[in-house]
């Protein structure tokens, strides 16, 4: 944003003691917008804590906004998703990834949405913590596919991760349990000959396949889908 990085961090605790001081002399429409920037200022201060690596001040704001009524119940579902993407960085960060999964195991309730896990593993990888993506990619396409959500994205997706950490045979497996009968829609999810003849095409996680690999994927599938019976070998 346009705060300069020196004097970030007692800038923004002022932004935020401000918008607190509004919000309290506020009613009416007045209140809702001053709320808004209240929230808005509070996220900033959480992404500055996480770039900072203050991780343990960023694991309790995360759950101050959590936790705050502000707004009411609307608000705090509105903020749930960007709360849940910050609450995966920050356990990313202060080495409690596994522990943040175990806890979505256990209550899935509290899991983020698909597409909210995805795009966060891709900020993961992104700022260079590839394994933590591949670890949060794990999750959610395994839990989709446990849900009997069995799109031919998933499981391509959860090979891929297999695939990036260099187990091929767990990958295989994954093919193999497959719908096969859905071969139309593995025709539109996983082209064969755009996947050939684009060694570097990204595919579900957003990493590069090795070519060869991805040549094996493609002549894995039509043969499955050509003959179902029959058993493809790697």
């Not at 961090?9 to 002399?25: D, F, M, S, W, Y």
């Not at 995360?62 to 903020?79: F, K, P, W, Y």
């Not at 994205?153 to 297999?162: I, S």
Request: aromatic share 4%.
């Amino acid at each position: 944003t346009w705060i300069p990085e020196a004097g970030r961090e007692a800038l923004l605790r002022r932004l935020i003691q401000i918008a607190g001081e509004r919000v309290a002399q506020a009613h009416g429409e007045a209140l809702d917008l001053a709320q808004g920037t209240l929230r808005q200022w509070q996220l900033e201060w959480i992404e500055h804590l996480l770039k900072t690596k203050q991780t343990t001040g960023a694991q309790a704001a995360i759950e101050a906004m959590r936790n705050d009524r502000l707004g009411g119940e609307d608000a705090r579902r509105s903020l749930g998703d960007t709360l849940a993407s910050l609450e995966i960085r920050a356990a990313s960060q202060g080495g409690r990834l596994d522990a943040l999964l175990d806890r979505y195991r256990q209550d899935p309730d509290q899991a983020p949405a698909r597409e909210t896990a995805l795009s966060t593993a891709a900020e993961l990888r992104k700022a260079g913590d590839a394994a933590a993506a591949r670890r949060l990619l794990d999750f959610v396409y395994t839990r989709e596919i446990d849900q009997r959500n069995l799109s031919a994205v998933n499981f391509l997706g959860l090979a891929e991760v297999r695939l990036e950490s260099g187990d091929a045979p767990g990958a295989m497996a994954l093919l193999r349990r497959m719908n096969l009968d859905s071969c139309s829609e593995l025709a539109r999810v996983l082209p064969a000959t755009a996947l050939a003849q684009a060694p570097h095409a990204m595919v579900g996680t957003g990493e590069p396949l090795e070519w060869l690999v991805r040549v094996r994927i493609v002549l894995f599938i039509e043969l499955s889908c050509a003959a179902p019976g029959s058993t493809a070998t790697w």
